[in-house]
């Protein structure tokens, strides 16, 4: 998979050239500070400052995949080492509104944070430096801010999702083949992080993934209302474990669901790394993001001169999703072969995810969805995550998922 980022960090270049992002791609595109005509000045390679907010640091996978996309940018963009200044370990609170101000004080043309709660600081800060972009991870409110040097950021991550909940299906498929479960034991545990969209629509692209190979399936979410607590996502594994769940998946950002499910002997889907190493009996795949088209799109624009998108977000038509290596030694007989003809599907569009024939929401399918900005996602037959705004906004609880608070 990583053999790949090359091309992807090619392609990303060529759409930046091209201003703007691929048919994923959303919002309308900003205005930067600079000439007479709206258009930021473009910025010698040498004199460019990038800076970076983390929720957490290199030993915790969703803030790794972070600065691997900002390594992967410097090396591509050819910055040095002192262009690029990360603050690591930034809680949601006024520390973020500190640290931003701090890089900006420091000289840094763009910032980028990484964590939903930085929104509020980061956009507190953008209106202080009009001169400097702020680009902000998962977030929903530059379309509404009025700021033209402010933008949302995401990946279609339902995509990876959903395939990883193929795996997990082909897996759930071969235990009740091979006797170990019946086919109403097929019970996915989820360990999710917080009750918003985001994992949300996670889980339930998990889910949908699984049932589109296991049609018995069905799960249980728990919340551990932390982004990364090895112990607390460990307990809400176990509890899961406890509660008959037969395959354990997550939206948080540690190995603890993993070290359970290792303990246990139970089969498990990660999130941002590979898992193999924490469970390697008992770890499927991963799904992740690459984070690399992103930040190269962002800083290659501030080189040019050229316009920013409001809201960013991108799939495996790009390379910004997919999955971890699947485990041979654990994975059902014919995983690899399904994994190519979804991954295909899903590249090409002839495959969507929130397909709404799939699924029911007290036993009918939903009809009609409005965002917060008023735009229809649900026509052509299925939801349309992510397409007018980065962020998710698939909050809907389907049939054949509980939740436990």
């Not at 997990?168 to 034991?185: E, F, H, N, Y």
């Not at 049932?211 to 607590?229: A, D, F, I, L, Q």
């Not at 290596?325 to 495959?351: H, I, Q, R, Y």
Request: net charge negative; hydrophobic share 40%; proline share 2%.
């Amino acid at each position: 998979m990583k053999k790949l980022c090359s091309i992807v960090l090619a392609l990303s270049l060529s759409l930046a050239l091209l201003a703007g992002c691929g048919t994923g791609s959303t919002g309308s595109t900003d205005t930067g500070e600079g000439s007479e005509n709206g258009t930021a000045a473009a910025v010698d390679v040498s004199k460019i400052k990038v800076g970076a907010i983390y929720i957490g640091d290199e030993n915790e996978g969703y803030t790794a995949a972070h600065m691997q996309g900002i390594k992967a940018m410097q090396k591509a963009l050819g910055l040095s080492d002192s262009q690029i200044i990360e603050k690591k370990n930034i809680k949601e609170d006024q520390t973020c509104y500190d640290a931003a101000v701090d890089l900006a004080d420091q000289g840094c043309n763009i910032i980028f944070g990484n964590s939903f709660g930085y929104e509020d600081y980061m956009l507190q800060a953008a209106k202080e430096f009009p001169k400097v972009q702020f680009c902000h991870a998962t977030g929903y409110k530059a379309a509404s801010s009025g700021l033209s040097n402010f933008h949302n950021y995401f990946t279609s991550i339902y995509e990876a999702r959903y395939l990883a909940g193929v795996v997990a299906g082909l897996k759930l498929t071969q235990l009740i083949t091979d006797g170990s479960i019946t086919a109403d034991q097929a019970k996915i545990g989820y360990v999710g992080a917080y009750p918003y969209a985001e994992v949300i629509s996670g889980y339930t692209s998990f889910f949908l993934g699984a049932k589109s190979v296991c049609p018995s399936v069905t799960m249980e979410v728990r919340y551990t209302n932390s982004w990364g607590s090895i112990d607390l996502e460990k307990e809400c594994a176990g509890a899961l474990i406890a509660d008959g769940c037969k395959l354990i998946s997550q939206h948080a950002d540690t190995t603890g669901a993993a070290v359970a499910c290792q303990s246990a002997k139970i089969p498990v889907v990660g999130y941002n790394i590979s898992m193999i190493s924490a469970a390697p009996t008992e770890a499927l795949t991963s799904a992740v993001n690459h984070w690399e088209p992103y930040y190269s799109y962002a800083v290659k624009s501030i080189l040019d001169g050229t316009t920013i998108k409001t809201d960013w977000c991108e799939g495996f038509s790009d390379g910004s999703v997919d999955i971890t290596e699947l485990n041979d030694a654990v994975v059902a007989p014919g995983t690899a072969e399904k994994v190519d003809e979804v991954k295909v599907a899903l590249t090409a569009g002839t495959l969507h995810v929130f397909d709404t024939a799939t699924f029911t929401v007290e036993g009918k399918s939903p009809e009609s969805f409005t965002d917060a900005a008023g735009n229809e996602l649900i026509f052509d037959g299925y939801f349309h995550e992510s397409e007018f705004s980065s962020a998710p906004s698939f909050n809907l609880l389907i049939d054949g998922i509980q939740t436990v608070q």
